[in-house]
């Protein structure tokens, strides 16, 4: 394990319930299997039970599953034996990736319950993507899918020549949705990313799916629509029985 102490930095080993470093610095693991590396956390941050639960429904409906395979088929494509996934959420992507060591860090306990309790292969840390309790220069491969991009941590932590996956909504991700929802429904702007990696490679994935009346609600809850939306246009979402969506990804990929 290359977890290390948020405090000092040094090594974590995990010791019964707790991973503890060198300096008696102590973190307790929860009895889900994650390890909350926050030094101080007066409320809870990240997505709450109910976002948690609404994400983990529609995810299970299979509909994102092809970009799933894309990018675990973008990780195979060289040797990878470390991985750290950035805002990992409930696992669902994480889980999946075909590499021998890996951590996701989130800063939702809500989300790493989940992920915890459900994959034992992956080392969860409640931690800020954007200070990592990873060691300098020791990661084969960082992914961030639908989180912000921390590219001082990740280009710290990839080793020399390590890459990374980036992961955002194309122009017509969920545009039908949009279409139910406002009158003038605008495509998502998909911005290069402000870095010093070289782009290897990037594609636009698409798939069209039927969402029925739970799949579409759970969706459009996963979405930062739901907060920006006046009650009477989600009543009109809420009378569909059904929609056909668009899934849309930009998935690029860059080398440190
Ligand atoms: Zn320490």
Redesign the pocket.
Known sequence: MKL???????P?DKINRSA??????SFDYAKQGYVNLLIRQSVDHGDNKAMVQARTNFLHSGSYDFLRNTICDMIQKEPCDTLADLGCGEGYYTSSFPVREKYGFDMSKEALKYAARTDHSTHYAVASIFHLPLPDASMDACVTCFAPFADAEIQRVLKPGGRFIFVSPAPYHLFEMKQALYEHPYENIVEPLDTTMELLDERIITQKFTADHNTLMALFEMTPYVHRTKKEDIERLAQKESMEITASFVVRVYRR
């Open positions: 290390r102490c948020p405090i000092c930095g040094k974590l503890v470093c060198e300096n008696r610095h």
